[in-house]
Structures are given as C-alpha cells and as structure tokens.
C-alpha cells in the first residue's frame, strides 16, 4: 500500500473517525472516500490540502516526502 493511502487512513483513525465523519467533511460519499483510503482512486490535490488542513498536518507529510507530521501552516 502506498504511503498517502496509509497515512489518511491511520490520521483517521488516531482521531477516532470513520470513514463516514471524513467524507461528511470533503463533501462526498464514504465509499468515494473508501476509494482514496485503499487506493483505488487517486486523491485529487484539493482534497490532499483539505485533508492535510483537517488534520493540522502538512501534505508533504501525507504523500511521504517527511516523517514529520509538521503542522499545516496557517495565515
């Protein structure tokens, strides 16, 4: 599996989500949100942002460029 897709997934979870809340907050159906979660579809950028603001993080951080989750930065 690759990285992202574990990423998103255990983000989630630490949080103690399902994948229900996650896709409630994109704006999309939880099996759409399944897909990117499994790698079935790939993840739009705008939703890697969103995801990455949700989650206080930074995408470079979901997409395994760092192994620090870096706090997302805020202006």
Not at 1 to 29: C, F, G, P, W
Not at 42 to 70: H, M, Q
């Amino acid at each position: 599996m690759a990285i992202v897709y574990q990423r998103i997934r255990d983000l989630r979870e630490d949080h103690d989500l399902n994948q229900t809340q996650v896709a409630k907050m994109l704006n999309m159906s939880q099996t759409g949100y399944s897909k990117y979660e499994t790698g079935e579809n790939d993840i739009p950028t705008s939703v890697l942002i969103r995801l990455a603001a949700f989650y206080n993080t930074s995408v470079d951080y979901l997409l395994g460029l760092t192994k620090e989750p870096t706090p997302y930065p805020r202006s």
